[in-house]
């Protein structure tokens, strides 16, 4: 964990993101690469990270992500 990180951990930014890496991340972590996936951008990001997608694609996964996060609050 990182304590400059609010005590989240963080990934190293020279490590490449392997789909079998997704399935091991907590459930916030893994919606926002399925939301990737379901937007067509994941193979962009797990090759050329996060910092390749616009601000109108990133804006849309939070969007959708928050949108999940309130359903899942709801049900």
Known sequence: KCSECNGKARVKKN???TREDILN??????????????????DKVLEDGWRSLSAK??????GMMTS???????D
């Open 68 to 74: 999940r996060k309130r359903k899942s609050q709801q």
């Open 57 to 62: 694609e990133t804006g849309k996964i939070g």
């Open 15 to 17: 490590k490449k993101i």
């Open 25 to 42: 991340m907590d459930a916030i972590e893994r919606m926002k690469y399925e939301i990737a996936e379901e937007m067509g951008l994941l």
